[in-house]
């Protein structure tokens, strides 16, 4: 039986696949730059194609692709909590780790309200949560740092200081009433 050229050729790889193996990455190794060159050539003179493979392949595989992508997501917050809650902060309010640390040593690590150390435990890594960054809604300006029961407060009161006073004075006057005076309890005007 006689074998052709190409299954001649099949067999001497598989019989040599590790030689050739070791012998490119020796070659690899010792040639870094022209790897590099080949690589970018390579890449650039196929890039059409690369894209369009691509294209079609998120097509045909959209919801796993999504679904690996989220899952590889959550991994990496899970495992860089401490960059994940920098980078969220950077996104949405547009201050640095430096400047978040800044504020929290000026504020002593404490609420800007209350003067309360956080409490609250994250359910996802038993460690007591930062501070949060308060800031006007309208604006998008910084004010302070404050722990997560007074941001919810002040989130419930829609930012409104009279909304704030009205509750402030409503207080007021049930503690007077309990104590024998009768008060009437103001208003709210928005």
Partial sequence: MALTKSE?????YE?????NALRGKKWRKNNPE???RYSKKSYYKNIKKRRANSRNYYKLHKHECNRKGAIRRRLWRQKNREKAHSQSRKEKYGITEK???SMLKDQKGRCAICRCKEIIIDKNTGKVKTLSVDHNHKTNKIRKLLCHRCNLGIGIFKDSWKLL???SSYLKSEEGTRNGRTNKAPTAKS
């Fill in 8 to 12: 001649i050729q099949k067999r001497y």
């Fill in 15 to 19: 019989k040599h696949k590790k030689e």
């Fill in 34 to 36: 022209k790897c590099r």
């Fill in 99 to 101: 400047q978040f640390q």
């Fill in 165 to 167: 006073q009205a509750a």
